[in-house]
């Protein structure tokens, strides 16, 4: 079965740039979706088909895919971003997430 | 307002059952597909099962084949997960999910549902 790998954890400073990385095989020849759990939240949808953002996203989030490796960048971090992301797609009638990434924001 | 609103959960012994819901407003339930997603006590997101638009096709992964069932009441907004023979490892928030039309994301989530499978 296909599976996708993600850091345990990234940091950033405040203000600056957050990159969280979803491995997997070819992953470019897939479809890479994103989703931000807060604390005691339910999951919402940050990116779809690797660099699609939904409208009440910030623009300071965007999206890559590129040969084993799809990205999740956060631009100009702020406090508010802290939470886990998840990656997501879809192979041969199955879903497959990541791990999760806790994003620590310092 | 787009909603999704999942009941059902609560505390049952290991080999039982449970029957959850989801109820939908605010859109064309009839035209989605849905998935139900769960995640584990400070574990991360494991998808549980898809059902198409009317009913099928209907997917599922390998730890809960045989032990789950997906099915949906269009005439009612609802979906809904049977699940039998549950063991411990069944325990956790369940989620239902809307799948964006001939996409493979879940573009609205409920707030969750919890399941506990314990003696």
């Known amino acids: 079965s296909y599976k996708v790998t993600q850091p345990v954890s990234v940091s950033v400073a405040l203000g600056q740039t957050a990159r969280i990385t979803c491995g997997g095989n070819?992953?470019?020849?897939?479809?890479v979706h994103w989703y931000q759990q807060s604390p005691g939240q339910a999951p919402i949808l940050v990116m779809f088909?690797?660099?699609n953002r939904p409208s009440e996203i910030p623009e300071r989030f965007s999206g890559s895919n590129s040969g084993n490796t799809a990205t999740l960048t956060i631009n100009r971090v702020q406090a508010g971003d802290e939470a886990d992301y998840y990656c997501?797609?879809?192979?041969?009638?199955?879903?497959?997430f990541g791990g999760g990434t806790k994003l620590t924001v310092l | 307002e787009v909603q999704l609103v999942e009941s059902g959960g609560g505390l049952v012994q290991p080999g039982g059952s449970l029957r959850l819901s989801c109820a939908a407003s605010?859109?064309?339930?009839?035209?989605?597909?849905m998935n139900w997603i769960r995640q584990a006590p400070g574990k991360g997101l494991e998808w549980v099962s898809y059902?198409?638009?009317?009913?099928?096709?209907?997917y599922y992964p390998d730890s809960v084949k045989g032990r789950f069932t997906i099915s949906r009441d269009n005439a009612k907004n609802s979906l809904y997960l049977q699940m039998n023979s549950l063991r411990a490892e069944d325990t956790g928030i369940y989620y239902c999910?809307?799948?964006?039309?001939?996409?493979?994301?879940?573009?609205?989530w409920g707030k969750g549902t919890t399941v506990t499978v314990s003696s």
């Open positions: 999910a809307r799948q964006s039309p001939a996409s493979y994301y879940m573009d609205v």
């Open positions: 605010g859109f064309t339930f009839s035209s989605y597909e």
């Open positions: 070819n992953i470019e020849n897939k479809n």
């Open positions: 997501q797609v879809w192979d041969r009638n199955t879903g497959v």
């Open positions: 059902i198409g638009s009317s009913g099928t096709p209907i």
């Open positions: 088909r690797d660099n």
